[in-house]
């Protein structure tokens, strides 16, 4: 693999050197900067992975010299150096586009992880546009909202399964986007030129499901008056998706697994295999082991679909994701209710922020969609958003009890924010590091947890 090229801009030539000789002995390739003018150029002539900015320049300013490096290039991710006393402005840079800052002096071993981290991140996005570039507009994949790095995981995971033609499992609560998954899986990988066919398993009575996935025989049944080619034969070439495979009665299993070991099937009412070249993806929200304990899904098929799984967590567990899917949302329901709405009230962002969503990002659509079409202003308000009372508590809590709420909370969202360092989260806080560690204690919050490695 080559080098990863690092660009340092420090108007200190002894910490520039510093710098270049620990990134250097860590295997990477280093450009140095001590002025501002100099790094710009260096960025206009070269490729880089990552730039490390002082946040004090001798005639600029590190986040200046970070805006000018994005316009020429903006895939950059920075790291930003700041002093102690300069952290609030460290914060401010990464709210500008900076990927994360480190205090002077510098623990070496907390620069090489953020370095590793920003690299990594940036590898992330880059694949993820890939897979997005790919992507046919007419499933509307700018839906598939990756900002939370739970789903820039899964997005990641879908470029290379798209690369074989292995079954794949998909597994999540309703409403997180299977579906969605499936068809990039498919459209992203060399069969997106062939159909893909989608069938939900729960949907049909088990004697129309057998016909619809296999296909029948002119009198194969009362009522057959021509042959009909089912869906497998249809998605010859392409993909066949089985949306909640766990729904599919017995008698349909073992028919499925001969399509999916043998890719032959026997049509009703025939007695000629139909052979097929298909890519399988199924899904569920069933937990489908115990399925299996309980004798409700045959074990061979399970291991037969359990090949490459892909788990979508669910919205309440990236929950980042919420501000841009209202944001696509917003523009998707404006076009077509022709209103000129474009944002909610920051009451009314907060309300979605601390519901839980049990329908997933399915539920969050449907009441953008209400409050859409029942606003009479160019935003929307609190009072229009989870109408209705879905999020109405049974009793009104004590403060002590919100208070405990919040706090807990509000650690947890740092601690995610910081992927664990403590030390970066008590000063985002305005804490005292041995306060900070008393409170995760009261909760029983570990930041070990939240470290990435």
């Known amino acids: 693999m080559a080098q990863h090229r690092i660009l340092v801009i420090d108007d200190d030539s002894n910490l520039l050197e510093v710098l270049r000789m620990r990134l250097e002995a860590a295997g990477y390739d280093v450009v140095t900067a001590l002025r501002e003018e100099d790094a710009i150029e260096q960025v206009r002539t070269q490729v880089f992975d990552l730039a490390i900015i002082d946040l004090q320049l001798t005639t600029s300013d590190g986040i200046t010299v970070m805006s000018d490096m994005h316009r020429i290039n903006p895939d950059i991710p920075a790291i930003i150096l700041t002093a102690h006393g300069s952290i609030e402005s460290a914060v401010s840079a990464m709210q500008k586009g900076a990927y994360s800052y480190v205090t002077k002096p510098f623990d070496p071993r907390e620069l090489l992880f953020q370095v590793e981290k920003a690299l990594e991140n940036r ?5 993820i546009r890939r897979l997005k570039e790919l992507l046919d507009e007419r499933y509307e994949f700018s839906n598939i909202v990756a900002k939370s790095e739970k ?20 597994h999540g609560e309703s409403g997180t986007g299977k579906e969605l998954i499936a068809k990039a899986i498919h459209t992203s990988s060399e069969r997106r030129d062939k159909p893909f066919v989608a069938i939900n398993c729960a949907a049909l009575p088990e004697t129309l499901l057998e016909s619809e996935l296999f ?4 009198g194969a049944f009362t009522g057959a008056v021509q042959s009909s080619k089912g869906l497998f034969t249809q998605a010859h070439g392409g993909t066949m998706f089985l949306d909640e495979i766990g729904d599919m009665p017995l008698s349909l299993q073992s028919k499925s697994l001969r399509v999916l070991q043998e890719r032959q099937f026997l049509p009703l009412g025939s007695q000629k295999p139909v052979t097929v070249d298909v890519r399988v993806i199924v899904a569920t929200n069933k937990d489908l082991w115990n399925e299996v304990k309980e004798g ?17 967590p669910p919205l309440r567990e990236r929950k980042e994701d919420i501000p841009p899917l209202v944001d696509y949302f917003l523009h998707k329901f404006s076009k077509k209710m022709k209103k000129k709405v474009k944002a909610l009230t920051s009451e009314a962002m907060q309300k979605l922020m601390l519901y839980d969503w049990p329908g997933n990002v399915r539920e969050l659509e449907n009441k953008i969609e209400f409050a859409m079409a029942m606003t009479r202003a160019n935003v929307i308000t609190d009072d229009l958003i989870l109408y209705g009372g879905d999020q109405a508590p049974d009793k009104l809590k004590s403060f002590k009890e919100a208070k405990s709420e919040f706090e807990k909370q509000y650690l947890l969202n740092l601690l995610k924010l910081t992927h664990g360092n403590v030390s970066r989260a008590s000063e985002l806080a305005g804490k005292y590091r041995a306060d900070f560690y008393q409170l995760l204690k009261k909760y029983n919050l570990k930041p070990e947890t939240y470290k990435t490695h």
Do not use: N
Request: net charge positive; no cysteine.
């Open 123 to 127: 590898r992330l996005s880059l694949e």
């Open 151 to 170: 789903m820039q995981h899964v997005l990641a995971q879908v470029s290379l399964i798209a690369k074989t033609d292995s079954t794949v499992y998909i």
């Open 215 to 218: 296909g029948y025989e002119k």
């Open 296 to 312: 409700r899904f045959r074990e061979d098929l399970y291991y037969r679909i359990h090949v490459i799984p892909v788990v979508l």
